[in-house]
T-cell receptor
Framework: GIQVEQSPPDLILQEGANSTLRCNFS?????LQWFHQNPWGQLINLFY???GTKQNGRLSATTVATERYSLLYISSSQTTDSGVYFC??????????????FGSGTQLTVLP | DTGVSQDPRHKITKRGQNVTFRCDPI?????LYWYRQTLGQGPEFLTY????????KSRLLSDRFSAERPKGSFSTLEIQRTEQGDSAMYLC???????????FGAGSRLTVL
């Protein structure tokens, strides 16, 4: 099946700093989603981004499907950005576009 | 739009007991998914429904696990003869046809003693 690797595994920032999270995947995909899991466990969908760049406030994401990676950029970080960030892609090689394979996440801690 | 609701939020049970989780998806969403998440890992796909039809199941899904979605509305996930290795967060998500953009519920945390 498809392999999804996220880096860095852990990141500690001072409030106001910027950061870039990376997601590499091993096979062709037709969509990619970024999620934020808050400290209470709730997963929030941030972006659906099969290719190109999208922005939503202080967050933006870029997927370069031909090179099999995606980046999530967080600017002017706030303490509420803390949590785990996951990327997820479909495992097309398994014959399913519905089964998302998640990376192991980046644990972000933003200090006040 | 009240989001995806899951019940119960927490369940503690003894090994060998059966447990059932319920998921109420966003009302207009025709697709419903169950995922499992263990500590420090990303969610892992279990099964997927389109309306009332269960279209996909993970090869990793034990036969002790069964899911239903009668009438294409809410869904239940039952685990029979629970084992300690079943301890995890069970996440439900739903989506509307077309792009597979998932909205997750808050999850049901299972602890098997």
């Amino acid at each position: 099946g498809i392999q999804v690797e996220q880096s860095p595994p852990d990141l500690i920032l001072q409030e106001g700093a910027n950061s870039t999270l990376r997601c590499n995947f091993s096979d062709s995909v037709n969509n990619l989603q970024w999620f934020h899991q808050n400290p209470w466990g709730q997963l929030i969908n941030l972006f659906y981004i099969p290719s190109g760049t999208k922005q939503n406030g202080r967050l933006s994401a870029t997927t370069v499907a031909t090179e099999r990676y995606s980046l999530l950029y967080i600017s002017s970080s706030q303490t509420t950005d803390s949590g785990v960030y996951f990327c997820a892609v479909p495992d097309l090689s398994s014959g399913s576009a519905r089964q998302l394979t998640f990376g192991s996440g980046t644990q972000l801690t933003v200090l006040p | 739009d009240t989001g995806v609701s899951q019940d119960p939020r927490h369940k503690i049970t003894k090994r060998g007991q059966n447990v059932t989780f319920r998921c109420d998806p966003i009302s207009e969403h025709n697709r419903l998914y169950w995922y499992r998440q263990t500590l420090g890992q990303g969610p892992e796909f279990l099964t997927y429904f389109q309306n009332e039809a269960q279209l996909e199941k993970s090869r990793l899904l034990s036969d002790r696990f069964s899911a239903e979605r009668p009438k294409g509305s809410f869904s239940t996930l039952e685990i029979q003869r629970t084992e300690q290795g079943d301890s995890a967060m069970y996440l439900c998500a739903s989506s509307l046809g077309g792009a597979n953009v998932l909205t997750f519920g808050a999850g049901s945390r299972l602890t098997v003693l």
